[in-house]
Nanobody, 125 residues
Framework: QLQLVESGGGLVQAGGARRLSCVAS????????AAWFRQAPGKEREFVAH????????YYADAVRGRFTISRDNIKNMLYLQMDSLRPEDTAVYYC??????????????????WGQGIQVTVSS
């Protein structure tokens, strides 16, 4: 059973940066594709970024492309989200998620079986 735990959230000023981390408790993390989602108050959970099993193919939502960077370290069983040039509209609870690796880039949260508990990121204007 894969368990995910996020860290690194908090309060940051607009224009600032923050790095989220997610540790996966699994023997072989490279068996899984991973992603970040977020949910703002009163809104549905939305896709942020996806990364394939090796980390060679990141994919981003239009809203964060060019500002956020997803990466992973399969030796350390870690997933990261570097968030730069943060905006107030990036305020949300951020979740890491994982699913068995495939060739498909999944942006639908229903495709992911494993989720972290979520962590708050608040961007002040």
């Amino acid at each position: 059973q894969l368990q995910l735990v996020e860290s690194g959230g908090g309060l940051v000023q607009a224009g600032g940066a923050r790095r989220l981390s997610c540790v996966a408790s699994v023997r072989i993390f490279s068996d899984y594709a991973a992603a970040w989602f977020r949910q703002a108050p009163g809104k549905e959970r939305e896709f942020v970024a996806h990364i394939n099993w090796s980390g060679s193919y990141p994919y981003y939502a239009d809203a964060v492309r060019g500002r956020f960077t997803i990466s992973r370290d399969n030796i350390k069983n870690m997933l990261y989200l570097q968030m730069d040039s943060l905006r107030p509209e990036d305020t949300a609870v951020y979740y890491c998620a994982a699913r068995p690796s495939s060739r498909v880039v999944e942006v639908d949260d229903q495709a992911y079986a494993y989720w972290g508990q979520g962590i708050q990121v608040t961007v002040s204007s």
